[in-house]
């Protein structure tokens, strides 16, 4: 017969774990400019704002706008995408003077999916409305109708899309993090 060792069930003594010597809730990811609740995400949130209102207010202030669907579709985009920075504005302000996280998975599914509604809402009437100022141009119609305003408009609606853009693709990453 071979001689094997066989193996030996030896019970030992655990040394009781002593609490650590600070209750400091578990560190977390770093809070990234842009992101809601940051001073970066209020900055971003102004700036989408502040073009909306513009050209939602160059659209208004022009009288043949519901001439062509396009601009009345501009207008409904970017009053929405005002509301919808406005608040968020509001709602960073306060989380900063609060001095509050929101870094909530709920918060941020919000206004990731929020910054991606408005923002391509807010992208196609631009578009759309950007094609029949052009089509305005070419047909020599500038004279009857108000191009400058409608450029001025459409140039403001694209604005306020490229500063949701970086809004929506932090919210989306924070929204993977979470």
Request: with cysteine; proline share 6%.
């Amino acid at each position: 017969m071979m001689n094997v060792s066989r193996p030996a069930v030896h019970p030992v003594d655990t040394v009781p774990v002593s609490p650590p010597a600070n209750d400091r809730p578990p560190a977390r990811m770093k809070d990234v400019q842009g992101m809601p609740g940051t001073t970066g995400g209020l900055i971003l949130r102004l700036f989408q704002f502040v073009p909306a209102l513009i050209s939602f207010s160059v659209m208004i202030t022009t009288s043949d706008y519901r001439s062509a669907t396009a601009f009345c579709c501009l207008v409904l985009a970017v009053s929405l995408q005002s509301l919808w920075s406005l608040s968020l504005f509001i709602i960073d302000a306060y989380a900063l003077l609060v001095r509050r996280s929101l870094r909530n998975h709920l918060i941020v599914q919000c206004f990731t999916v929020g910054d991606g509604v408005t923002s391509t809402l807010t992208f196609a009437a631009a578009s759309a409305s950007a094609g029949i100022t052009v089509l305005i141009n070419d047909l020599d119609k500038c004279n009857v109708n108000h191009c400058a305003r409608f450029e001025t408009a459409v140039a403001m609606a694209f604005i306020s899309w490229f500063a949701v853009s970086p809004s929506f693709i932090l919210n989306f990453w924070s929204l993977a993090s979470l």
